[in-house]
């Protein structure tokens, strides 16, 4: 077995506990979506996994993305790209061009320079405002206090659809708290979609009512 037959057994392997996960849960597999994380691998590892028919991804950084996506669409039309990492500013114009879904609103000055490009450029992407569950001050994340009011803003101040909210747990807790406290949080809200879950704890955050598991290295195998 080859590198590329690997990678595509694994992803196998996800999907299987994904759908597992589902009806363990008593929920309708086709709810959750698999965001297959691609961050630091290059096309030569990416193609096996769109071969397989795999066509949602999510990476952490604008630059990295605009760098090896573009040349991949050509092949595969029908992508779906996710940013899941930190958006600056500065990277605004270029993530709105690039990617499909930005899960990562977590302030209104970002809030506002999305819903301007996209005005702009005439997209319209699907956007989650992330949380910082465990209030981390190096995270990433809009407090959970704050949400209400973040989210208002971006539907009442900014006409913007907010899909739903992600979160990334504090690495050394129980990610399940967090899990159960986002999905209270959202229905709260009024807010549909929850991405939440990795490689580790995907299963988890499914049976608390995940719709989308961002798995990277269960599928890749380690970083360099």
Known sequence: ??????????????????????????????????????????????????????????????????????????????????????????????????????QTIDRVKIADAVAEEMARAGRRLKLFVQVNTGDEAQKAGIAVGETEALLRHCREGLGLSVEGLMCIPPFEEDPAPHFVALARLAADLGVGSLSMGMSGDFETAIRQGATHVRVGSAIFGSRG
């Open 1 to 102: 077995m080859n590198q590329g037959q690997a990678t595509q057994a694994r992803l196998k392997a996800i999907l299987a506990r994904i759908e597992a996960a589902a009806h363990g849960s008593a929920r309708d597999p086709a709810g959750v979506q698999l965001v297959t994380v691609s961050k630091t691998f290059g096309a030569d590892d990416i193609v096996p996994v769109l071969e397989a028919g795999q066509r949602v991804f999510g990476e952490n950084r604008v630059q990295e993305a605009k760098g090896k996506w573009p040349a991949l669409r050509e092949r595969f039309a029908d992508i779906a790209l996710h940013l899941i990492g930190p958006l600056q500013s500065n990277k605004v114009r270029d993530a709105v061009a690039l990617f499909d879904a930005i």
